[in-house]
């Protein structure tokens, strides 16, 4: 039954894409998550999300969650090779206190770590506790996702075109053009699902992400915006990184400090097509974008409905 009473699927609407199930919370068209970004370095692409300074990563941790994110995700390396090295125990020292203090400052937040490697992250599950693990690098490490399995944590599953982590793309084709990308992008997010499945991690907490920009050109970054409904319809709940990312501005020839309405726009196509779960680095703007989509979609009721209406 959707939001306004009208039973059974409306065939304008897309369908309905898969729950992610995570610490007793359900996300879903109708609840869509806002995972917001904490990156514990100095050199993140955006100067707006640099907290090396622990303090500063909680005053981002907790303005997050009062502006609406569901979720958090916090991580210690830079995603492009530019900006310094990090080995694994640095990357530890940069993300296990924080998370630990998250756990006890916020005991119901759903919390994430992004890395690649399966060392850091079982530090994090023993120490801190994790509820989702974010492997941006397509399963370079394999080891990460049996560490997930074994704490209990959800596992995304990302499309880097094959590329190692900390690697710009430079002269990549998906043959043939234009679809080869989406074809990749379905049986690499189709197999790291089934492999994440037969680890041990149920199917309701793995999530897929086409990971736009990684591995991509613009135009293969647009394509597979454009047929996110493929993506939804592995059957596996799915997440979009759209945030302020290189594809944005390349498509309106814009920097990191002006694309937010960009994202906005990308983030709103990408919930009506069916993506629940959204990493962005301005929570409140995203919160109410796909709060708003949700309800065009009618799988949510508005908040108020008087005008109108008899009294």
């Known amino acids: 039954m959707s939001a306004?009473?009208?039973?059974?699927?409306?065939?304008?609407?897309?369908?309905?894409?898969?729950?992610?199930?995570?610490?007793?919370?359900?996300?879903?068209?109708?609840?869509?998550?806002?995972?917001?970004?904490?990156?514990?370095?100095?050199?993140?692409?955006?100067?707006?999300?640099?907290?090396g300074d622990l303090a500063s990563a909680r005053r981002a941790l907790d303005a997050a969650v009062?502006?609406?994110?569901?979720?958090?995700?916090?991580g210690g390396v830079r995603a492009g090779q530019e900006g310094e090295v990090v080995t694994?125990?640095?990357?530890?020292?940069?993300?296990?206190?924080?998370?630990a203090r998250?756990?006890?400052?916020?005991?119901?937040?759903?919390?994430?770590?992004?890395?690649?490697?399966?060392?850091?992250?079982?530090?994090?599950?023993?120490?801190?506790?994790?509820?989702?693990?974010?492997?941006?690098w397509a399963g370079h490490d394999r080891e990460l996702v049996n560490v997930a399995a074994r704490a209990g944590a959800g596992y995304v599953i990302s499309h880097t075109g094959g590329l190692p982590p900390r690697t710009d793309p430079v002269g990549v084709t998906?043959?043939?053009?234009?679809?080869?990308?989406?074809?990749?992008?379905?049986?690499?997010?189709?197999?790291?699902?089934?492999?994440?499945?037969?680890?041990?991690?149920?199917?309701?907490?793995?999530?897929?992400?086409?990971?736009?920009?990684?591995?991509?050109?613009?135009?293969?970054?647009?394509?597979?915006?454009?047929h996110t409904a493929a993506i939804v319809g592995l059957g596996y709940p799915v997440l979009q990184a759209l945030s302020r990312?290189?594809?944005?501005?390349?498509?309106?020839?814009?920097?990191?400090?002006?694309?937010?309405e960009g994202t906005l726009a990308a983030t709103a196509v990408a919930a009506w097509l069916g993506v629940s779960v959204f990493r962005a680095h301005d929570v409140r703007a995203t919160r109410r974008v796909v709060d708003m989509v949700a309800s065009i979609r009618g799988e949510r009721a508005p908040l108020v409905a008087v005008r109108g209406v008899a009294t």
Do not use: C
């Not at 100095?42 to 999300?49: I, P, R, V």
């Not at 694994?88 to 998370?99: G, N, S, T």
């Not at 756990?103 to 992004?114: A, F, G, W, Y």
């Open 88 to 99: 694994p125990e640095q990357e530890i020292e940069r993300v296990v206190p924080f998370l």
């Open 4 to 51: 306004d009473g009208i039973p059974g699927h409306d065939p304008v609407v897309p369908a309905a894409p898969a729950a992610l199930r995570l610490r007793g919370r359900t996300f879903d068209a109708g609840s869509p998550a806002v995972m917001a970004i904490v990156n514990r370095t100095n050199d993140s692409f955006w100067a707006g999300n640099r907290h």
């Open 245 to 260: 990312k290189d594809f944005i501005g390349e498509t309106l020839d814009l920097p990191a400090d002006d694309r937010l």
């Open 102 to 136: 998250a756990r006890e400052d916020h005991p119901q937040l759903v919390l994430s770590l992004d890395t690649w490697r399966s060392e850091v992250a079982r530090v994090a599950a023993a120490e801190a506790g994790l509820d989702l693990v974010n492997d941006t």
């Open 174 to 226: 998906y043959p043939p053009e234009p679809l080869g990308v989406l074809d990749d992008a379905l049986r690499t997010l189709r197999e790291g699902a089934e492999r994440a499945v037969a680890a041990g991690i149920p199917p309701e907490r793995v999530l897929v992400d086409p990971t736009l920009d990684f591995g991509k050109t613009t135009a293969h970054s647009l394509t597979l915006l454009r």
């Open 66 to 74: 009062e502006l609406g994110a569901d979720i958090v995700d916090v």
